[in-house]
Protein backbone atom coordinates (compact mmCIF):
# COMPACT_ATOMS: atom_id res chain seq x y z
CA UNK A 1 0.00 0.00 0.00
CA UNK A 2 1.22 3.33 -0.76
CA UNK A 3 2.52 5.12 2.03
CA UNK A 4 0.28 8.22 2.61
CA UNK A 5 3.02 11.11 3.50
CA UNK A 6 -0.04 14.60 3.49
CA UNK A 7 -1.95 12.86 5.83
CA UNK A 8 -0.29 10.51 8.40
CA UNK A 9 -1.13 10.16 12.02
CA UNK A 10 2.37 11.06 14.49
CA UNK A 11 0.47 8.77 16.63
CA UNK A 12 1.12 5.69 13.67
CA UNK A 13 4.27 4.57 14.49
CA UNK A 14 3.51 1.22 11.89
CA UNK A 15 6.21 2.83 9.87
CA UNK A 16 9.10 2.36 12.34
CA UNK A 17 7.78 -0.76 13.92
CA UNK A 18 7.47 -4.32 12.94
CA UNK A 19 9.98 -6.84 10.86
CA UNK A 20 9.68 -4.97 7.91
CA UNK A 21 10.97 -2.04 9.46
CA UNK A 22 14.01 -3.57 11.03
CA UNK A 23 16.12 -2.08 7.71
CA UNK A 24 14.90 1.31 8.93
CA UNK A 25 15.79 0.86 12.65
CA UNK A 26 19.18 -0.72 11.59
CA UNK A 27 20.39 2.04 9.72
CA UNK A 28 19.27 4.44 12.69
CA UNK A 29 20.95 2.62 15.24
CA UNK A 30 24.20 2.63 12.91
CA UNK A 31 23.98 6.35 13.47
CA UNK A 32 23.36 6.25 17.20
CA UNK A 33 20.09 6.58 17.65
CA UNK A 34 18.47 4.39 20.30
CA UNK A 35 15.26 1.59 19.55
CA UNK A 36 12.57 3.65 22.22
CA UNK A 37 13.59 6.94 20.24
CA UNK A 38 13.12 5.41 16.40
CA UNK A 39 10.11 3.27 17.41
CA UNK A 40 8.49 5.47 19.74
CA UNK A 41 9.12 9.55 19.07
CA UNK A 42 8.70 11.79 16.64
CA UNK A 43 11.10 12.09 14.62
CA UNK A 44 11.90 16.16 13.59
CA UNK A 45 14.37 17.23 10.77
CA UNK A 46 16.30 19.86 11.04
CA UNK A 47 17.53 21.54 7.49
CA UNK A 48 20.21 23.56 8.55
CA UNK A 49 21.87 25.87 5.38
CA UNK A 50 25.05 26.41 7.39
CA UNK A 51 28.04 27.94 5.24
CA UNK A 52 31.04 28.79 7.25
CA UNK A 53 32.31 31.32 4.49
CA UNK A 54 29.06 33.91 5.33
CA UNK A 55 28.39 36.12 8.16
CA UNK A 56 24.77 35.67 7.25
CA UNK A 57 25.37 31.53 8.19
CA UNK A 58 28.21 31.14 10.00
CA UNK A 59 26.30 30.81 13.03
CA UNK A 60 23.81 28.77 12.42
CA UNK A 61 25.50 25.37 13.55
CA UNK A 62 25.59 26.64 17.23
CA UNK A 63 21.77 27.94 16.81
CA UNK A 64 20.87 24.44 15.57
CA UNK A 65 22.50 22.85 18.85
CA UNK A 66 20.20 24.95 20.88
CA UNK A 67 17.17 23.30 18.76
CA UNK A 68 17.92 20.16 19.40
CA UNK A 69 18.30 21.08 23.08
CA UNK A 70 14.67 21.90 22.70
CA UNK A 71 13.50 18.80 20.83
CA UNK A 72 14.69 16.44 23.09
CA UNK A 73 13.70 18.31 26.75
CA UNK A 74 10.33 17.47 25.02
CA UNK A 75 10.55 14.09 23.86
CA UNK A 76 11.51 14.51 20.30
CA UNK A 77 14.20 13.22 18.38
CA UNK A 78 16.27 15.57 15.98
CA UNK A 79 18.11 14.93 12.86
CA UNK A 80 19.97 17.52 11.83
CA UNK A 81 21.21 17.57 7.38
CA UNK A 82 22.69 20.14 5.82
CA UNK A 83 20.91 22.28 3.03
CA UNK A 84 22.98 24.43 0.08
CA UNK A 85 23.82 27.95 1.10
CA UNK A 86 25.38 31.16 -0.93
CA UNK A 87 26.22 34.74 -0.08
CA UNK A 88 24.91 36.69 -2.61
CA UNK A 89 27.71 39.17 -2.13
CA UNK A 90 30.48 37.18 -3.30
CA UNK A 91 28.38 36.82 -6.84
CA UNK A 92 28.75 40.68 -7.30
CA UNK A 93 30.60 41.27 -10.42
CA UNK A 94 30.44 37.67 -11.68
CA UNK A 95 27.52 35.36 -13.07
CA UNK A 96 26.64 34.50 -9.35
CA UNK A 97 23.47 36.63 -8.92
CA UNK A 98 21.63 34.88 -12.08
CA UNK A 99 22.14 31.50 -9.54
CA UNK A 100 20.03 33.10 -6.50
CA UNK A 101 16.05 32.32 -8.09
CA UNK A 102 17.65 28.62 -8.59
CA UNK A 103 18.68 28.49 -5.38
CA UNK A 104 15.66 29.29 -3.62
CA UNK A 105 14.17 26.84 -5.82
CA UNK A 106 16.84 24.22 -5.03
CA UNK A 107 17.07 25.04 -1.65
CA UNK A 108 13.20 24.25 -1.38
CA UNK A 109 13.92 20.78 -3.53
CA UNK A 110 16.35 19.20 -1.59
CA UNK A 111 14.51 19.89 2.10
CA UNK A 112 11.47 18.67 0.40
CA UNK A 113 13.44 15.39 -1.16
CA UNK A 114 15.17 14.96 2.51
CA UNK A 115 11.87 15.18 4.43
CA UNK A 116 9.76 12.56 2.27
CA UNK A 117 12.63 10.39 1.83
CA UNK A 118 13.22 10.37 5.88
CA UNK A 119 9.79 10.49 6.60
CA UNK A 120 10.21 13.38 9.03
CA UNK A 121 7.24 14.19 11.85
CA UNK A 122 8.00 18.06 11.28
CA UNK A 123 10.61 20.50 10.15
CA UNK A 124 12.64 22.73 11.99
CA UNK A 125 14.57 24.98 9.46
CA UNK A 126 17.32 27.34 10.64
CA UNK A 127 17.89 30.25 7.39
CA UNK A 128 19.03 33.81 7.35
CA UNK A 129 19.20 35.50 4.22
CA UNK A 130 18.14 36.39 0.77
CA UNK A 131 16.70 33.48 -1.80
CA UNK A 132 18.03 30.62 0.69
CA UNK A 133 15.19 31.86 3.47
CA UNK A 134 12.79 32.63 0.65
CA UNK A 135 13.56 28.83 -0.09
CA UNK A 136 13.05 27.46 3.32
CA UNK A 137 9.35 29.50 3.35
CA UNK A 138 8.78 28.06 -0.08
CA UNK A 139 10.15 24.67 0.77
CA UNK A 140 7.93 24.60 4.24
CA UNK A 141 5.03 25.21 2.15
CA UNK A 142 5.56 22.46 -0.50
CA UNK A 143 6.19 19.82 2.30
CA UNK A 144 3.25 20.81 4.69
CA UNK A 145 5.14 19.11 7.75
CA UNK A 146 4.60 20.49 10.96
CA UNK A 147 7.41 23.43 10.84
CA UNK A 148 9.17 25.98 12.12
CA UNK A 149 11.75 28.39 10.35
CA UNK A 150 14.19 30.05 13.14
CA UNK A 151 16.24 33.00 11.38
CA UNK A 152 19.78 33.85 12.02
CA UNK A 153 18.51 37.16 13.02
CA UNK A 154 20.56 40.46 11.77
CA UNK A 155 24.17 41.42 12.60
CA UNK A 156 25.32 44.29 14.32
CA UNK A 157 25.57 47.77 12.29
CA UNK A 158 29.44 48.29 11.86
CA UNK A 159 31.64 51.51 12.83
CA UNK A 160 33.57 53.83 11.61
CA UNK A 161 35.27 57.31 12.52
CA UNK A 162 32.52 57.41 14.65
CA UNK A 163 29.79 56.73 13.00
CA UNK A 164 27.54 53.84 11.34
CA UNK A 165 28.66 52.68 8.52
CA UNK A 166 27.28 50.30 5.80
CA UNK A 167 28.11 47.75 3.27
CA UNK A 168 26.55 50.41 0.01
CA UNK A 169 28.96 52.88 1.13
CA UNK A 170 31.78 50.63 0.45
CA UNK A 171 30.35 49.09 -3.00
CA UNK A 172 30.30 52.59 -4.23
CA UNK A 173 34.03 53.63 -3.05
CA UNK A 174 35.51 51.00 -4.83
CA UNK A 175 34.00 51.58 -7.94
CA UNK A 176 35.15 55.32 -7.28
CA UNK A 177 38.60 53.93 -6.35
CA UNK A 178 38.82 55.13 -3.13
CA UNK A 179 41.06 52.75 -1.95
CA UNK A 180 41.93 54.45 1.13
CA UNK A 181 38.07 54.66 2.41
CA UNK A 182 37.63 51.34 0.93
CA UNK A 183 40.12 49.62 3.22
CA UNK A 184 39.69 51.55 6.22
CA UNK A 185 35.55 50.64 6.27
CA UNK A 186 35.74 46.86 5.00
CA UNK A 187 37.90 45.90 8.60
CA UNK A 188 34.78 47.78 10.46
CA UNK A 189 31.66 47.11 8.36
CA UNK A 190 30.48 43.57 9.18
CA UNK A 191 31.18 43.28 13.11
CA UNK A 192 29.36 40.28 13.84
CA UNK A 193 27.47 36.87 12.54
CA UNK A 194 23.90 37.83 11.24
CA UNK A 195 22.66 39.25 8.30
CA UNK A 196 23.20 42.82 6.71
CA UNK A 197 21.39 44.86 8.94
CA UNK A 198 19.82 47.15 6.35
CA UNK A 199 15.86 46.38 4.76
CA UNK A 200 17.78 44.46 2.37
CA UNK A 201 15.93 40.88 0.96
CA UNK A 202 17.59 39.04 4.35
CA UNK A 203 15.95 41.21 6.77
CA UNK A 204 12.49 41.61 4.92
CA UNK A 205 11.88 38.17 4.62
CA UNK A 206 13.23 37.05 8.16
CA UNK A 207 10.47 39.76 9.29
CA UNK A 208 7.47 38.46 6.71
CA UNK A 209 7.96 35.22 8.26
CA UNK A 210 6.61 36.12 11.51
CA UNK A 211 3.39 37.22 9.25
CA UNK A 212 3.51 34.24 7.00
CA UNK A 213 2.94 32.07 9.92
CA UNK A 214 6.62 30.40 9.93
CA UNK A 215 8.77 31.84 12.19
CA UNK A 216 7.96 32.46 15.99
CA UNK A 217 6.32 36.24 16.75
CA UNK A 218 8.92 38.35 18.00
CA UNK A 219 11.94 36.59 16.82
CA UNK A 220 12.59 37.51 13.34
CA UNK A 221 14.69 40.75 14.37
CA UNK A 222 16.72 39.41 17.27
CA UNK A 223 20.39 40.05 17.02
CA UNK A 224 22.28 37.12 15.67
CA UNK A 225 24.60 37.82 18.42
CA UNK A 226 21.95 38.56 21.24
CA UNK A 227 22.09 35.31 23.54
CA UNK A 228 18.62 35.66 23.57
CA UNK A 229 18.78 34.34 20.24
CA UNK A 230 20.07 31.01 21.72
CA UNK A 231 17.26 30.68 24.27
CA UNK A 232 14.66 31.40 21.84
CA UNK A 233 16.28 28.47 19.64
CA UNK A 234 15.96 26.10 22.72
CA UNK A 235 11.86 27.22 22.90
CA UNK A 236 11.38 26.52 19.37
CA UNK A 237 13.16 23.13 19.85
CA UNK A 238 10.36 22.25 21.94
CA UNK A 239 7.55 23.76 20.41
CA UNK A 240 8.13 21.68 17.17
CA UNK A 241 7.44 19.07 19.14
CA UNK A 242 4.47 20.15 20.46
CA UNK A 243 3.05 21.24 17.05
CA UNK A 244 4.22 18.11 15.68
CA UNK A 245 1.52 15.97 17.82
CA UNK A 246 -0.96 18.74 17.33
CA UNK A 247 -0.87 18.05 13.55
CA UNK A 248 -0.81 21.79 12.98
CA UNK A 249 0.77 22.18 9.56
CA UNK A 250 1.44 25.30 7.05
CA UNK A 251 -1.76 24.51 5.00
CA UNK A 252 -3.75 25.30 8.10
CA UNK A 253 -1.96 28.06 8.96
CA UNK A 254 -1.35 30.14 5.38
CA UNK A 255 -4.13 31.15 4.22
CA UNK A 256 -5.28 33.88 1.30
CA UNK A 257 -5.34 36.48 4.56
CA UNK A 258 -2.01 35.90 5.62
CA UNK A 259 -0.78 36.48 2.68
CA UNK A 260 -2.09 40.04 2.51
CA UNK A 261 -0.86 40.76 6.20
CA UNK A 262 2.28 39.91 4.88
CA UNK A 263 1.38 42.02 1.81
CA UNK A 264 0.89 44.74 4.74
CA UNK A 265 3.96 44.30 6.43
CA UNK A 266 6.18 44.24 3.88
CA UNK A 267 4.26 48.29 3.26
CA UNK A 268 4.86 49.31 6.54
CA UNK A 269 8.66 48.27 6.39
CA UNK A 270 8.99 49.66 2.59
CA UNK A 271 10.61 45.83 1.73
CA UNK A 272 13.43 44.70 -0.56
CA UNK A 273 11.07 44.44 -3.91
CA UNK A 274 11.77 40.38 -4.06
CA UNK A 275 9.76 39.69 -1.33
CA UNK A 276 7.15 40.81 -4.14
CA UNK A 277 8.66 37.60 -6.30
CA UNK A 278 8.64 35.49 -3.22
CA UNK A 279 5.00 36.25 -1.94
CA UNK A 280 4.07 35.64 -5.14
CA UNK A 281 5.27 32.03 -5.08
CA UNK A 282 4.48 30.74 -2.20
CA UNK A 283 0.16 32.00 -3.27
CA UNK A 284 0.95 30.36 -6.30
CA UNK A 285 2.20 27.31 -4.70
CA UNK A 286 -0.94 27.03 -2.25
CA UNK A 287 -3.44 28.07 -5.26
CA UNK A 288 -4.78 31.25 -2.82
CA UNK A 289 -4.34 33.34 -5.91
CA UNK A 290 -2.85 36.64 -4.25
CA UNK A 291 -1.53 38.85 -7.22
CA UNK A 292 0.57 41.61 -8.52
CA UNK A 293 -2.54 43.82 -8.02
CA UNK A 294 -2.96 43.25 -4.49
CA UNK A 295 -0.01 44.62 -3.84
CA UNK A 296 -0.89 47.65 -5.57
CA UNK A 297 -3.97 47.90 -3.76
CA UNK A 298 -2.42 47.66 -0.36
CA UNK A 299 0.25 49.89 -1.69
CA UNK A 300 -2.31 52.75 -1.65
CA UNK A 301 -3.40 52.35 2.06
CA UNK A 302 -0.44 51.61 3.69
CA UNK A 303 2.44 53.90 3.46
CA UNK A 304 6.12 53.32 5.31
CA UNK A 305 6.48 53.08 9.10
CA UNK A 306 10.18 52.01 9.51
CA UNK A 307 12.87 53.78 8.02
CA UNK A 308 15.01 51.17 7.88
CA UNK A 309 18.34 51.67 5.28
CA UNK A 310 18.22 52.14 2.67
CA UNK A 311 14.31 53.87 3.20
CA UNK A 312 16.41 55.92 6.58
CA UNK A 313 18.93 56.07 8.73
CA UNK A 314 17.90 53.23 11.29
CA UNK A 315 18.92 49.62 11.06
CA UNK A 316 17.30 46.43 12.25
CA UNK A 317 18.57 46.45 15.48
CA UNK A 318 16.97 49.62 15.76
CA UNK A 319 13.62 48.13 14.96
CA UNK A 320 13.75 45.26 17.19
CA UNK A 321 15.04 47.61 20.47
CA UNK A 322 11.23 49.38 19.15
CA UNK A 323 9.57 46.53 19.71
CA UNK A 324 10.26 44.66 16.41
CA UNK A 325 7.89 42.95 14.02
CA UNK A 326 5.11 42.48 16.46
CA UNK A 327 5.19 46.50 17.53
CA UNK A 328 4.81 46.82 13.54
CA UNK A 329 1.93 44.37 13.32
CA UNK A 330 0.19 46.70 16.62
CA UNK A 331 0.65 49.43 14.48
CA UNK A 332 -1.07 48.17 11.34
CA UNK A 333 -4.10 46.46 13.44
CA UNK A 334 -6.63 48.57 12.34
CA UNK A 335 -5.74 46.85 8.75
CA UNK A 336 -5.18 43.64 8.96
CA UNK A 337 -6.92 40.19 9.15
CA UNK A 338 -6.89 39.48 12.90
CA UNK A 339 -9.29 36.54 13.12
CA UNK A 340 -6.07 34.16 11.61
CA UNK A 341 -4.68 31.35 13.42
CA UNK A 342 -0.76 32.47 13.78
CA UNK A 343 2.24 29.90 15.23
CA UNK A 344 2.17 30.53 18.84
CA UNK A 345 -1.76 29.02 18.74
CA UNK A 346 -3.51 32.11 18.96
CA UNK A 347 -4.85 35.20 16.85
CA UNK A 348 -3.59 38.04 15.57
CA UNK A 349 -6.15 40.16 17.47
CA UNK A 350 -5.68 37.43 21.13
CA UNK A 351 -1.50 38.47 20.58
CA UNK A 352 -1.45 41.96 20.06
CA UNK A 353 -3.32 42.81 23.23
CA UNK A 354 -0.03 42.19 24.74
CA UNK A 355 1.67 43.82 22.40
CA UNK A 356 3.45 47.17 22.99
CA UNK A 357 5.64 50.06 21.17
CA UNK A 358 9.04 50.63 22.80
CA UNK A 359 9.95 53.27 20.98
CA UNK A 360 7.21 55.49 18.96
CA UNK A 361 9.81 57.66 17.27
CA UNK A 362 10.95 54.33 15.36
CA UNK A 363 7.74 52.52 14.31
CA UNK A 364 5.36 55.43 13.45
CA UNK A 365 1.58 55.29 13.00
CA UNK A 366 -0.55 54.85 10.23
CA UNK A 367 -1.78 58.35 10.48
CA UNK A 368 1.84 60.16 10.73
CA UNK A 369 3.98 57.11 8.61
CA UNK A 370 7.81 57.82 8.30
CA UNK A 371 7.32 58.18 5.07
CA UNK A 372 3.95 59.19 2.85
CA UNK A 373 5.13 56.89 -0.13
CA UNK A 374 3.72 53.09 -0.05
CA UNK A 375 7.12 50.90 0.61
CA UNK A 376 6.19 49.27 -3.07
CA UNK A 377 5.03 50.42 -5.71
CA UNK A 378 3.77 48.49 -9.04
CA UNK A 379 4.06 50.13 -12.18
CA UNK A 380 1.90 49.51 -15.13
CA UNK A 381 1.78 50.23 -18.86
CA UNK A 382 2.81 49.65 -22.42
CA UNK A 383 6.15 48.44 -21.41
CA UNK A 384 4.94 46.47 -18.28
CA UNK A 385 1.54 45.76 -19.32
CA UNK A 386 1.84 42.67 -16.26
CA UNK A 387 3.53 44.69 -14.10
CA UNK A 388 6.55 46.39 -12.59
CA UNK A 389 8.10 46.82 -9.17
CA UNK A 390 9.61 50.10 -7.38
CA UNK A 391 10.44 50.89 -3.79
CA UNK A 392 9.28 54.95 -3.74
CA UNK A 393 11.03 55.33 -0.48
CA UNK A 394 13.94 54.97 -2.33
CA UNK A 395 13.79 57.22 -5.06
CA UNK A 396 14.87 60.67 -5.43
CA UNK A 397 12.14 63.52 -5.20
CA UNK A 398 12.64 64.75 -8.07
CA UNK A 399 12.50 61.64 -10.15
CA UNK A 400 8.82 60.27 -9.25
CA UNK A 401 8.19 61.37 -12.70
CA UNK A 402 10.48 61.34 -15.51
CA UNK A 403 10.85 61.35 -18.55
CA UNK A 404 13.93 60.38 -21.01
CA UNK A 405 15.48 58.95 -24.26
CA UNK A 406 16.36 55.20 -23.61
CA UNK A 407 19.71 53.82 -23.68
CA UNK A 408 19.27 50.38 -24.33
CA UNK A 409 21.52 47.32 -22.99
CA UNK A 410 21.29 43.66 -23.72
CA UNK A 411 23.05 42.35 -20.31
CA UNK A 412 24.23 44.15 -17.25
CA UNK A 413 28.20 44.13 -18.34
CA UNK A 414 27.34 46.61 -20.97
CA UNK A 415 25.29 48.74 -19.14
CA UNK A 416 27.96 49.17 -16.52
CA UNK A 417 30.60 49.33 -19.10
CA UNK A 418 28.50 52.54 -20.62
CA UNK A 419 27.98 54.28 -16.91
CA UNK A 420 31.04 54.06 -15.75
CA UNK A 421 32.76 55.71 -19.26
CA UNK A 422 29.79 57.74 -18.77
CA UNK A 423 28.34 57.56 -21.88
CA UNK A 424 25.12 57.48 -19.92
CA UNK A 425 24.18 61.17 -19.47
CA UNK A 426 21.90 62.97 -17.01
CA UNK A 427 18.30 62.48 -18.73
CA UNK A 428 18.85 59.20 -19.83
CA UNK A 429 16.35 56.32 -19.06
CA UNK A 430 18.52 52.59 -19.18
CA UNK A 431 16.89 49.46 -20.50
CA UNK A 432 18.49 46.51 -19.33
CA UNK A 433 16.63 43.72 -20.46
CA UNK A 434 16.92 39.56 -21.07
CA UNK A 435 17.91 39.88 -18.06
CA UNK A 436 14.47 38.27 -16.61
CA UNK A 437 13.99 34.70 -15.44
CA UNK A 438 14.27 33.08 -19.02
CA UNK A 439 16.04 35.78 -21.06
CA UNK A 440 19.06 36.11 -17.99
CA UNK A 441 17.75 33.01 -17.20
CA UNK A 442 16.99 33.38 -13.11
CA UNK A 443 16.51 36.70 -12.83
CA UNK A 444 19.44 38.54 -12.73
CA UNK A 445 20.60 40.88 -9.80
CA UNK A 446 21.98 44.02 -11.20
CA UNK A 447 24.02 45.28 -8.41
CA UNK A 448 26.64 46.61 -10.55
CA UNK A 449 24.42 48.70 -12.64
CA UNK A 450 22.70 50.23 -10.13
CA UNK A 451 26.01 51.11 -8.34
CA UNK A 452 27.58 52.28 -11.28
CA UNK A 453 24.59 55.23 -11.03
CA UNK A 454 25.01 56.16 -7.52
CA UNK A 455 28.84 56.11 -7.81
CA UNK A 456 28.20 58.67 -10.95
CA UNK A 457 25.91 60.79 -8.98
CA UNK A 458 23.21 59.52 -11.87
CA UNK A 459 20.25 58.26 -9.58
CA UNK A 460 18.39 61.21 -9.19
CA UNK A 461 19.47 61.71 -12.93
CA UNK A 462 19.01 58.75 -14.92
CA UNK A 463 16.10 55.89 -14.43
CA UNK A 464 16.54 52.57 -14.84
CA UNK A 465 14.50 50.04 -16.25
CA UNK A 466 14.78 46.16 -16.62
CA UNK A 467 12.96 42.72 -16.76
CA UNK A 468 15.95 41.96 -14.07
CA UNK A 469 15.89 42.32 -10.15
CA UNK A 470 17.51 44.69 -7.73
CA UNK A 471 18.66 43.85 -4.20
CA UNK A 472 17.13 44.73 -0.98
CA UNK A 473 20.59 47.22 -0.57
CA UNK A 474 19.86 48.96 -4.31
CA UNK A 475 17.79 52.68 -4.10
CA UNK A 476 17.81 55.10 -7.18
CA UNK A 477 15.07 55.63 -9.85
CA UNK A 478 15.02 52.21 -10.12
CA UNK A 479 12.33 49.52 -11.86
CA UNK A 480 12.56 45.89 -11.76
CA UNK A 481 10.43 42.36 -12.81
CA UNK A 482 8.76 44.16 -15.56
CA UNK A 483 6.75 41.95 -17.03
CA UNK A 484 6.38 39.81 -19.94
CA UNK A 485 10.29 39.83 -19.77
CA UNK A 486 12.19 40.71 -23.14
CA UNK A 487 12.92 36.73 -23.68
CA UNK A 488 9.28 36.47 -23.58
CA UNK A 489 8.11 39.20 -25.82
CA UNK A 490 7.39 42.17 -23.91
CA UNK A 491 7.52 45.36 -25.01
CA UNK A 492 10.51 46.11 -23.61
CA UNK A 493 12.43 44.15 -26.32
CA UNK A 494 11.12 46.63 -28.72
CA UNK A 495 12.46 49.53 -27.54
CA UNK A 496 15.18 51.77 -29.36
CA UNK A 497 18.07 53.67 -29.01
CA UNK A 498 16.01 57.48 -28.41
CA UNK A 499 12.92 56.12 -27.66
CA UNK A 500 10.98 58.32 -25.24
CA UNK A 501 9.69 56.94 -21.92
CA UNK A 502 7.95 58.12 -19.76
CA UNK A 503 7.49 57.00 -15.76
CA UNK A 504 5.13 58.44 -12.49
CA UNK A 505 6.14 56.18 -9.97
CA UNK A 506 3.37 57.49 -7.68
CA UNK A 507 0.46 57.09 -10.57
CA UNK A 508 2.26 53.55 -11.30
CA UNK A 509 2.77 54.36 -15.15
CA UNK A 510 5.82 52.99 -17.14
CA UNK A 511 5.12 53.64 -21.10
CA UNK A 512 6.92 53.51 -23.94
CA UNK A 513 5.87 56.81 -26.32
CA UNK A 514 5.30 55.15 -29.45
CA UNK A 515 2.47 54.65 -31.22
CA UNK A 516 0.35 51.07 -30.68
CA UNK A 517 1.27 50.52 -34.60
CA UNK A 518 4.56 51.13 -34.02
CA UNK A 519 5.04 49.02 -31.03
CA UNK A 520 3.03 45.81 -33.14
CA UNK A 521 5.26 46.58 -36.23
CA UNK A 522 8.24 45.73 -34.05
CA UNK A 523 6.92 43.10 -32.67
CA UNK A 524 6.39 41.53 -35.76
CA UNK A 525 9.86 41.86 -36.55
CA UNK A 526 11.62 40.86 -33.74
CA UNK A 527 13.30 37.40 -33.29
CA UNK A 528 13.79 35.84 -29.74
CA UNK A 529 17.34 35.62 -29.44
CA UNK A 530 19.28 32.17 -28.35
CA UNK A 531 19.22 30.88 -25.15
CA UNK A 532 22.68 32.46 -22.75
CA UNK A 533 22.94 29.34 -20.91
CA UNK A 534 22.06 26.08 -22.35
CA UNK A 535 23.67 23.37 -19.48
CA UNK A 536 23.12 22.74 -16.01
CA UNK A 537 20.77 24.34 -14.00
CA UNK A 538 20.09 28.10 -15.06
CA UNK A 539 19.10 25.93 -17.88
CA UNK A 540 16.51 23.93 -16.32
CA UNK A 541 15.42 26.97 -14.10
CA UNK A 542 14.92 29.04 -17.36
CA UNK A 543 13.02 26.43 -18.83
CA UNK A 544 10.59 25.33 -16.12
CA UNK A 545 10.37 28.74 -14.14
CA UNK A 546 6.94 30.48 -14.02
CA UNK A 547 7.23 34.84 -15.10
CA UNK A 548 7.91 37.32 -12.79
CA UNK A 549 4.41 38.43 -12.08
CA UNK A 550 3.86 35.16 -10.63
CA UNK A 551 6.76 34.75 -8.46
CA UNK A 552 9.55 33.19 -10.77
CA UNK A 553 9.49 29.73 -9.17
CA UNK A 554 10.69 26.41 -10.95
CA UNK A 555 6.65 24.82 -10.73
CA UNK A 556 4.51 22.61 -12.30
CA UNK A 557 3.00 24.18 -15.36
CA UNK A 558 0.31 21.35 -15.29
CA UNK A 559 -2.00 22.50 -12.42
Known amino acids: MKYDYENKDINDRSYWNGLGAANKRAIYKAAGYEDKDIRTKPHIGIANTYFEGSPGTGHLRRLSEAVKQGIWMNGGVPMEFGVSATCGNIGIGGDGLRYELAARDMVAISIEIVSRVQNFDALVILASCDNIIAGAYL ?80 TATIPAADNIKLRKCVEAGRQIVTIAKEGIKPSKL ?5 ILNAVMLDMAIAGSTNAVLHILAYSNELGLGVTIDDFDRIANEIKCLVG ?5 DLSIVDLYHAGGVPAVMKRLESKLYLDVPILCGCTWREYLKGVHIDNENIIKTLEEPFDNMPGLRILKGNIAPKGAVCRPTGVPGKMLKFKGEAKVFNAEEDAYAAIIADRVKPGDVVVLRYEGCK ?13 GLLAKKLEDKVALITDGRFSGFNHGTIIGHVAPEAYDGGTIAFIQDGDLIEGDILGGKINLLASDEEIEKRRENWVRPEPKVKKGVLSIYGATCRPSNEGGAMQNWLK
Do not use: W
Not at 308 to 312: A, D, K, L, S, W
Not at 439 to 451: F, R, S, Y
Open 439 to 451: GGPGLNELMMATD
Open 254 to 258: ISKEV
Open 308 to 312: VIPTG
Open 139 to 218: AAIRVNLPVIVVTGGSMYEGECQGRRIVQAEMDIAAIRGDKEFVNMFEEHVCPSFGACPSMGTANTMQILGEALNLVVPG
